[in-house]
């Protein structure tokens, strides 16, 4: 129950983080978001580290996590700038919800690299999330029944999360594969200070971010790092001790804390109607994770 807690817990600080980046740093366009959701978290984290290693805790480390690693880091940053550009240019309760397709997609990648297997009851659910993403541009049917299907390819948020949601299905279940040769605060402290720090020379490099201009708003860097870091840690503990699938799916409640967090902080509308989907969304992730 409390590992079920943590994702859940998870869930809630991703959307909080994704709430404040795009609060703080939209402005300065999604590059900027990228790296304020990927370099604070190491201020917090890298002392953990050490800290850890301090201690003799650093375990033998295996020929095979060297390369889980490196493949991770560049799959999580092409995720990362995906995931920070679907928030900048889409309302949040329209694009984040898109994530719910990454348990749908670990479905395969599970069985591929852990040889996890999903029964047929899967498909139930496989339908309810495609329905709520049908019904989440319920609004749109008024031009025709497609109209919320077509809604979906011009709100270019959606379209973004969807493809995170692809790459996350990968990277879920890789990251089980390293945190196994590892443990929980161990593999969660290393991984992602080293993702900060490679995410951010990548961008720095490719899109000419300052540093300094981030840093100028020392508050949005505080809160978006301090919030990720705590999703980091409940993220690693949840996952060690539950099935991929399933920590994905209890996790996958930040679809349901994204909507609300858009309607609180940004007014954004059609709440019911998005609420509304979501659940029905967050059903089908249940049914297909807890019931397959």
Known sequence: MLYCFLAILAGFFVALSDALNKKHFSSMGYPYMAVARSLPPVLFLLPIFLWKVSLHHLP??????IPVVCVLLVLELVA???YMKGVKVSPLSLSIPFLSFTPVFIVFTGYLLLGE??????????????VGSYLINLTEVKK???APIKAIKKEKGSLYLLEVAIIYSITSVLGKKGLLLTDPILFASFYFSIFGIFATICIKVLYKVSLKKLFTNLKGCFL??????????CHMFALEHLETAYMIAL?????????LLGYFMFREKHLLIRLSSVILM??????LSFWR
Not at 224 to 233: C, E, R
Not at 282 to 287: A, E, H, M, Q, R
């Open 60 to 65: 033998h480390i295996s020929a095979k996590f």
């Open 80 to 82: 990362t700038l995906l």
């Open 117 to 130: 297997k999903v029964s047929f009851t899967g498909a139930i659910g496989i339908f309810l999330i495609v």
């Open 144 to 146: 025709g029944l497609l």
């Open 224 to 233: 978006v790092g301090g919030t990720q870091t705590i999703m980091f840690f």
């Open 251 to 259: 996790k996958r409640t930040s679809i349901l804390f994204a909507v």
């Open 282 to 287: 967050l059903t089908g992730i249940i049914i």
